[in-house]
């Protein structure tokens, strides 16, 4: 799971990059067309069989990662990486809000005082930013709600094979990805991401998040989902490193309490008992992979 961690922390360095000289759009396009392309050939070469229409709750699956997908772009183009990683890893904090309506489950005194706790730390981690009306900070924000309602969604969808949700969510988000083009404004050279640099860093990106999925696929498959989970929490360290050596982002103390509201609340959320469905898989029965 570090290496994993290290590897999306790359790809979100290369993506912050690419929003220097590229359209957001054209670099999401690119973040779901090549996973697309490279799921379907994995699912292909495993005899992976897909699905489209159903099951219905794929589809609510695919729709808010590709929603995240979207918000998390465009919120590259806005905020610093250690910012953006900070605020979309708050995913399980939205899960434990979600499950209440759609589960009947009310989160306890110690949840409100968790969930009050991460939104104290975002607070204080955005306070620049929001004082600004910097959009990029309600668009992360966005990309971890629509993260936990997806993984909400996967969690539903044992009987489904992994590849087949990665390859159904992947081509979802490239239409997704594909519309934004057309329906958000474009102050790039659009031909920019056919220059040789951009170029490279564009399948740097999508190398980065295939073998970041690669790893994150054998730590959910060997380790205990929960403990991987918060070992995935250190993108928000990396992100905070990358983001002092790479483009001098200031770090203070108020950041840094910030962060660590924000790290310790979703940890503890992350190691609690799955409080929406206790169900085990049946023998033979493929166990959810987190796709992000």
């Not at 360095?13 to 973040?31: M, N």
Request: hydrophobic residues 55%; charged residues 10%; contains cysteine.
């Amino acid at each position: 799971m570090l290496a994993g961690s290290l590897s999306f922390t790359g790809m979100a360095v290369f993506a912050k990059l690419l929003t220097e000289k590229c359209d957001w759009q054209a670099i999401a396009i690119a973040r779901a067309g090549l996973v697309a392309i490279l799921a379907g050939l994995m699912a292909w070469a495993a005899g992976a069989k897909l699905v489209f229409l159903r099951p219905k709750r794929l589809w609510i699956r695919s729709i808010a990662g590709s929603c995240s997908m979207v918000c998390t772009f465009y919120a590259f183009s806005r905020l610093p990486v250690a910012d953006v990683l900070t605020l979309t890893n708050t995913f399980p904090i939205w899960v434990a809000l979600f499950s209440w309506p759609l589960y009947g489950k009310p989160p306890g005194w110690r949840m409100w005082l968790a969930i009050g706790v991460g939104i104290v730390g975002v607070a204080l981690v955005e306070q620049p930013h929001l004082e600004a009306a910097n959009l990029g900070v309600f668009a992360a924000l966005a990309a971890a709600a629509f993260t936990g309602v997806a993984m909400l969604g996967l969690h539903s969808l044992r009987g489904v094979d992994p590849r087949a949700i990665v390859v159904h969510f992947s081509a979802v988000a490239t239409v997704f990805c594909v519309s934004t083009y057309f329906l958000f404004e474009r102050d790039r050279d659009p031909m920019a991401v056919f220059e040789p640099i951009a170029m490279v860093e564009l399948f740097a990106m999508a190398g980065a998040a295939t073998v970041g999925q690669y790893f994150l696929t054998l730590a959910f498959g060997n380790g205990a989902p929960a403990k991987v989970a918060v070992v995935g929490l250190t993108q928000i360290v990396m992100g905070l490193a990358v983001s002092m050596w790479l483009w001098s982002h200031p770090v203070n103390a108020m950041t840094l309490v910030g962060t660590v509201l924000v790290i310790a609340p979703t940890a503890w959320l992350l190691t609690r008992p799955a409080a929406a469905d206790n169900h085990d898989p049946e023998p033979g029965e493929p166990k959810p992979v987190s796709e992000l």
